[in-house]
């Protein structure tokens, strides 16, 4: 079994004890195969019970373990120690305020997830005893990958965009809107326009495209986002250039 | 301190809580919901449920038959009405959650698909790709967010029940972000705390499943049920623990040993079902007990390969081809390549059983009411009981929806009988009480460490409670734990802020998970029999005419829990022999 | 510690003039836009030849002239390498704004961009045919 010493510099920052953040260098014993969060464990169990952060599941589906990990947003979880030959350096996801160590205040995006009416607004009324709403495999496809968002919000962190303009919906919660407005079954688009459709909605990404190379479930938000951007500009030219469409 | 007033609150956000939350929401808009989880709810556990809910949908199933499955598959320690009521309601459920949107994975007409599962004898289990809980979870969630009388109090860890006059009458909760105790002032409460695997070193549960529902209701005063029914699941990852879904072998893999035989032939799981062609109820498709047990029987043989995380055994899924295993299993095959660095497409990956679920819970009946008034639970932190002895693969995604929704309208049953909200001065002392036992973890230097202790509780449960038992072993787990938490009294917080203190927040929640574990551990020294997940290499039978009966663990302080007995309800199947030979039982 | 409110949640300064130092992603990104630049440079230069053209054959003539300065051929090739810089990466990006779905499956990006780069040989062939080069 190999193992290696691996040194961690990790972002430590206690709102009652310090005025600002500062790095603490942690040098610990660790196997080859593991993931930066159980080197975190690992340190939390046996070397400094105060180190805070959040975690679950460990198997990159609950979104809670986003941290930046040399400068770069990932799940800890599935951030492995032997791609890092040096010493790691471990912040809390950019762009979000401090509450403690590696956690942060994350309301921002809930509010934002929040706002774009993130659920099924039918198309038709159906009772639930008449059965299920039909959606071919075809159907299904067209949404699936925007489905697969697990609210990490690493794309917030890597978005430069957010980072100057807060203001900014930001990816992930473009992207569910969008996931609900390319779903068979709605017919709530219409509805979620008025927020995605604005100045600090889809019209503030500039198409860095730094999402979608940091997003660890392959969501794909830029592609969203400029699929939102299309279909919002050929809303506009179709209500300008055709009135008689609009009822 | 200050106090949150509404009408429900509701202990936890994952897929049981938030079911119900709706529910309410639903039922009557003006309801004030208080809806209390220690994770955002779309971290909860149940995001990591990959193979799918199980329901009767297609023409050639019948409620009958999941019923038969799921009463056989338990080992006959399952309330047959409640059986009843979850195989009747489990269409329904899955059907409204398709209206909610959930993207479950489809036929080509359109119709939703269903896929075998172990321990089913017809397909009926739907599912959305292999990621069925990420999505169960993640549309109810959002299903939420459109229902402003859900208020959501995330990250707040439950630290106590309010109860008066024999009323549960709410709940104190610490805001994890302040380190404020608040009080939570409600005329009913549902606990959906999910399970607490991580009891064990060794399992697929994420961190947050400790079981502080369960113990919030055993400190209460009501009993939790079944907890020595522990389940295994055959595949985990050996490294992490991290689970491979049984839709794996659903979609048709194979379990070999060292040798590449099939063993499962060799454990009355035969005859040898050709490769590629899963036979439901036989060889992989058999239930997760029996399975597991294999596996025990195979090592000690030394018949296992060794890798450098101990014994496994051989998951083969190369006969599915890539095609159908990225379609079907993404997920588990960017796991096995991420934790194992074994592609399942060129070998077979390394898996060892796992624990996996808790049977047991805290105790309610078939209304998902708890005997304490005012009181409900549901979810895996629940004891109904639907899963008896050995829970079916599928079945409690499908138990937290009907479950969830039951224990909803039940409360608001409650409410209507206008139960009040007990005697104000008395909760605040109470709620003032609990604050002060938590403060008072800030002042103590008794210099026990919580990982040390946690250590040695997972450790001893690993060795003496695990997938076969002895009396001997279980004395020897049951002191240890005794001795365990009186330690756990002299524990020492190292970090004494507020703010985020994830060091006192483990320390209670290695408060929770011991008094459960002792529950598990005194309750499987008293069965003295083998059923189900139960295993006793001291009593190998099945003793119907003792133990066809639920065990009832009562909190006793510090003392050990005393452990009750009850009947099991019967209405149509009576006791059988559970018969995974590819005969059709 | 006492229990009392001391939550302050710590917000780190985003630099606001020259953010795009921050990280090399962002660096091509902002290669990608700058090379509009001369895009738009090359657009100009085409609108001052248009009104020389409208002065009459004398402007017109000067105008050609300038263009065979060694510093209007050094414009040039810039503008030609920006101009294909900016296309590339935007044909690139073409697969994600503009996914075409056939039955169950997408079609591939790599078909995508190669229809857009074969539709700009295309338009490049009739412009070319148009100047005569044919
Ligand atoms: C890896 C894995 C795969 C699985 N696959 C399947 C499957 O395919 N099919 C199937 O049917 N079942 C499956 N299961 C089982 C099933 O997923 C779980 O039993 C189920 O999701 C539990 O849901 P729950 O709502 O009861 O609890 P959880 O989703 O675990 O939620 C518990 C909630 O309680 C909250 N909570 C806990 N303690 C406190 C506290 N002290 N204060 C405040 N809040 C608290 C948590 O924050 C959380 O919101 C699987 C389980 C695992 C681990
Ligand atoms: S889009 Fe991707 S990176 Fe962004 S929150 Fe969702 S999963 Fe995370
Ligand atoms: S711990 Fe759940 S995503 Fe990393």
Not at chain 1, 78 to 102: C, M, Q, S, W
Not at chain 1, 107 to 132: H, M, N, S
Not at chain 2, 208 to 231: C, H, N
Not at chain 2, 246 to 271: I, S, T, W
Request: proline share 5%.
């Amino acid at each position: 079994m190999s193992e290696r010493t691996v040194e961690l510099e990790v972002l430590r920052y206690n709102p009652e004890t310090d005025g600002e953040p500062h790095f603490q260098r942690y040098s610990v014993t660790c196997r080859e195969e593991w993931v930066v969060l159980d080197a975190l464990n690992h340190i939390k169990e046996t070397v400094d019970p105060t180190l805070s952060y959040r975690w679950s599941c460990h198997m990159a589906v609950c979104g809670s373990c986003g941290m930046m990990i040399d400068g770069e947003p990932k799940l800890a979880c599935k951030t492995f120690l032997r791609d890092y030959p040096g010493v790691i350096r471990v912040e809390p996801l950019a762009h979000f305020p401090v509450e403690r160590d590696l956690v942060t205040v994350i309301d921002d995006f809930i509010a934002k997830l929040t706002r774009v009416k993130p659920y099924l607004i039918p198309k038709e009324e159906k009772p639930v005893a008449a059965g299920e709403y039909r959606q071919t495999p075809a159907q299904l496809k067209r949404y699936k990958q925007f489905t697969l968002c697990i609210n990490c919000m690493l794309c917030y962190a890597a978005c430069p965009e957010y980072g100057i303009i807060p203001k900014f919906l930001g990816p992930a919660a473009i992207s569910l809107a969008h996931r609900w407005n390319q779903d068979s079954r709605d017919g709530g688009r219409a509805q979620r326009q008025e927020e995605i459709a604005a100045t600090e909605g889809v019209w503030e990404c500039s198409f860095t495209g730094a999402c979608s190379e940091v997003c660890p479930e392959h969501v794909d938000p830029a592609a969203a986002l400029q699929q939102v951007k299309i279909k919002s500009t050929v809303d506009w030219y179709l209500a300008h250039t055709m009135p008689w469409l609009n009822k | 301190m200050e106090t949150i007033t509404s009408d429900i609150a509701i202990i936890g956000a994952g897929g049981a809580g938030l079911r119900a939350a709706i529910a309410l929401a639903q039922a009557d808009p003006r309801l004030r919901i208080a809806l209390i989880s220690k994770v955002y709810p779309m971290r909860s556990h149940t995001c990591a449920a990959e193979g799918g809910a199980a329901g009767v949908i297609k023409g050639d199933d019948s409620l009958e038959q999941h019923f038969n499955d799921t009463v056989g598959g338990g080992d006959w320690l399952c309330d047959q009405d409640a059986v009843d009521y979850l195989v009747q309601e489990a269409p329904k459920e899955l059907l409204q959650l398709e209206h909610w949107g959930c993207p479950w994975s489809r036929e080509l007409d359109g119709s939703v698909a269903v896929r075998p599962f172990g321990g089913m004898k017809i397909q009926r289990t739907w599912f959305a790709a292999d990621k069925t809980g990420f999505h169960l979870l993640h549309t109810l969630f959002q299903t939420s967010l459109q229902f402003s009388s859900i208020e959501r109090y995330d990250e707040y860890y439950a630290t106590d029940l309010l109860v008066d006059e024999g009323r549960c009458c709410g709940l104190t909760a610490i805001e994890m972000r302040s380190g404020q105790m608040r009080q939570f002032r409600a005329r009913a409460v549902i606990i959906a705390g999910g399970g607490a695997g991580r009891m064990f070193p060794f399992t697929t549960n994420g961190a947050i499943k400790t079981g502080d529902g369960m113990a919030l209701a055993y400190r209460a005063g009501v009993p939790l049920k079944d907890m020595e029914f522990v389940q295994y699941h055959p595949t985990g990852l050996p490294s992490t623990g991290t689970l491979l879904t049984e839709a794996c072998r659903g979609e048709g893999g194979v379990l070999l040993n060292k040798h590449g035989r099939r063993f499962l032939q060799d454990y009355g799981m035969g005859p040898e079902t050709p490769i590629g062609k899963p036979v439901l109820k036989t060889m992989e498709l058999g239930p997760r007990d029996r399975l597991s047990q294999a596996f025990w029987h195979e090592q000690k043989k030394g018949n296992m390969v060794t890798t450098q995380w101990g014994d496994a055994m051989l998951l083969d899924m190369r006969h599915l081809g890539e095609q159908k295993i990225n379609e079907r299993l993404p997920l588990v095959r960017d796991m096995s390549i991420s934790y194992m660095g074994v592609d399942p497409v060129r070998d077979p990956v390394p898996v060892r059983p796992v624990v996996h679920y808790m049977m047991g819970g805290i105790h309610t009946d078939i209304r998902a009411a708890t005997p304490l008034a005012g009181l409900y639970a549901a979810g895996e932190c629940a004891c109904v009981s639907i899963n008896g002895a050995n829970r079916l693969g599928s079945n409690s995604l499908t138990e937290l929806l009907v479950f969830g929704r039951r224990a909803a309208l039940s409360a608001m049953e409650y409410l209507a009988s206008d139960p009040g909200r007990g005697n104000s001065q008395a909760i605040d002392a109470q709620a003032e009480a609990a604050r002060a036992r938590v403060r008072a973890l800030f002042q103590k230097s008794g210099g026990e460490s919580i990982a040390g202790l946690r250590k040695e509780m997972m450790h001893t449960l690993e060795q003496h409670a695990g997938i076969y038992r002895s009396g001997e072993g279980l004395s020897e787990a049951c002191a240890t734990l005794a001795a365990l938490r009186r330690r756990y009294a002299n524990i020492e917080l190292h970090d004494k802020t507020n703010v985020y203190n994830t060091d006192l927040l483990q320390a209670l929640e290695l408060g929770s998970m011991l008094d459960c574990a002792e529950a598990v551990a005194v309750s499987a020294l008293e069965r003295r029999e083998s059923r189900g997940a139960h295993q006793r290499l001291d009593f190998t039978e099945r003793d119907d005419a003792r133990y066809l009966k639920h065990s009832l663990a009562s909190f006793q302080g510090a003392a050990a829990p005393r452990v009750d007995y009850s009947d099991v309800v019967i209405t149509k199947s009576q006791p059988g022999v559970r018969d995974y030979s590819g005969g059709h039982a | 510690m006492a229990e009392q409110v001391t939550r302050k949640p710590y917000v780190r300064e985003v630099p606001r003039m020259l953010w795009f130092l921050r990280h090399p992603r962002y660096m091509r990104y902002m290669a990608r836009e700058f090379s509009c630049l001369f895009i738009g440079a090359y657009t100009l230069m085409l609108v001052v030849g248009l009104k020389r053209l409208a002065e009459g054959p004398d402007a017109w003539a000067g105008f050609l002239a300038a263009l065979g300065s060694p510093g209007a051929i050094v414009f040039h090739l810039f503008a030609l390498a920006f101009s294909a810089y900016h296309s590339i990466t935007w044909f690139r990006l073409t697969p994600k704004a503009m996914p075409v779905q056939i039955g169950d499956t997408f079609v591939a990006d790599r078909v995508i961009s190669g229809a857009h780069y074969a539709g700009w040989a295309l338009v490049s062939l009739v412009v070319l045919w148009l100047a005569g080069a044919f």
